[in-house]
């Protein structure tokens, strides 16, 4: 009677953090055939000596030894730990002056249990504090605005080891620089003034007057009137 193959898993029952994998290796070398199985079921491609676990559940293999008999190895579970929760609030878009220094306030999500750390993309942003929940970040804009940075949070879970991240996109508009040109200064009480912001671009610049007017020029008669 030809003897039935014998094999073990290594490791046995362990725990990984999501988005990660477990290596899972027959020990068993010199067989014909493995087949993998997750929770019963054969996974599909599964037929090396090691497999690569991305999912929690019991696994084993079944072996074929080179007299064509078959047997299962023992069994182990592979649990999951769940990743921290990493989630930025901050505001998306300033507005600012160009080759300006400016700082940018963020936070995530609060847990006793958590490390923050936090960077940018590109580098060269401080932050303060730079291992809070929460942090402002410094920087000094480039000459050229638009631009944007990727200001990143690294979370990890001092339980579990696991990490988790997130990125928030923020971009930095120019603040509109302009002047204003007002006519006939030196009139009487009644006389209309006009007054003219300079640049006028209805197609990139939106216009509000403390009057409520949306108009770019506007042509007023009352004294002590300011944009």
């Not at 080891?161 to 971009?171: A, E, H, I, W, Y």
């Amino acid at each position: 009677m030809n003897p039935l193959p014998t094999c073990t898993l290594n490791p046995a029952d362990t725990i990984y953090c999501r988005g990660d994998s477990v290596a899972i290796m027959a020990s068993c070398s010199g067989m014909s055939s493995y087949q993998w199985y997750k929770n019963g079921n054969a996974i599909t491609g599964a037929t090396n000596m090691t497999y690569y676990a991305k999912q929690h559940g019991e696994y084993w293999v079944e072996v074929e030894n080179s007299y064509g008999c078959y047997n299962n190895s023992d069994s182990i579970y592979i649990y999951e730990h769940s990743l921290p929760v990493a989630k930025i609030t901050g505001d998306r878009n300033i507005c600012a002056d160009a080759s300006s220094p400016v700082q940018v306030y963020m936070s995530t999500v609060y847990d006793a249990n958590y490390l923050y750390s936090w960077s940018s993309i590109p580098a060269g942003a401080t932050f303060s504090p730079a291992n809070l929940l929460y942090t402002f970040a410094s920087l000094t804009l480039p000459a050229v605005l638009p631009v944007t940075y990727q200001f990143v949070v690294y979370v990890t879970d001092t339980t579990t080891g696991c990490q988790n991240s997130d990125t928030l996109c923020v971009t930095f508009f120019e603040n509109p620089f302009f002047t204003l040109d007002v006519t006939n200064l030196s009139i009487c009480e009644g006389n209309p003034v006009t007054i003219t912001p300079s640049p006028i671009d209805t197609n990139m610049y939106s216009y509000q007057w403390n009057n409520g007017a949306t108009t770019p020029i506007i042509t007023v008669s009352t004294p002590d009137f300011t944009a």
